[in-house]
């Protein structure tokens, strides 16, 4: 599993970005992936996961209703839009990767890409 992440940026308060995750090593076809985030000075903390075989999801408090994570099964990609997005969103966005099912427990996940950074001007 080899995961590349890309789309982050800088961008205004109450703005949008879609962040995508590929994974150029296999397929993602009995994996679950999730988004995690990582503020400065901060721990690494959940964001939002789905499961590839069923496309089930699950999200954070802080973003449920503001961020959707999808998947492109044809792509090998997963995506996390990210839309209202606030101050406190800023963040370096990872996607990590697990066999089976989701969790939100970071230390599940053994595959991770190198992260991109997010920032949200107030």
């Known amino acids: 599993v080899h995961l590349v992440e890309s789309g982050g940026g800088l961008v205004q308060a109450g703005g949008s970005l879609k962040l995508s995750c590929v994974d150029s090593?296999?397929?993602?076809?009995?994996?679950?992936m999730g988004w995690f985030r990582q503020a400065s000075g901060k721990e690494r903390e959940f964001v939002a996961a789905?499961?590839?075989?069923?496309?089930?999801?699950r999200y954070a408090d802080s973003v449920k209703g503001r961020f959707s994570i999808s998947r492109d099964t044809g792509k090998n990609t997963v995506y996390l839009q990210m839309d209202s997005l606030k101050h406190e969103d800023t963040a370096v966005y990872y996607c990590?990767?697990?066999?089976?099912?989701?969790?939100?427990?970071?230390?599940?996940?053994?595959?991770w890409g190198q992260g991109t950074q997010v920032t949200v001007s107030p």
């Open positions: 090593g296999r397929t993602f076809s009995s994996l679950a």
């Open positions: 789905i499961n590839w075989s069923n496309g089930i999801t």
């Open positions: 990590a990767a697990r066999t089976l099912v989701f969790t939100q427990n970071r230390g599940d996940y053994p595959y």
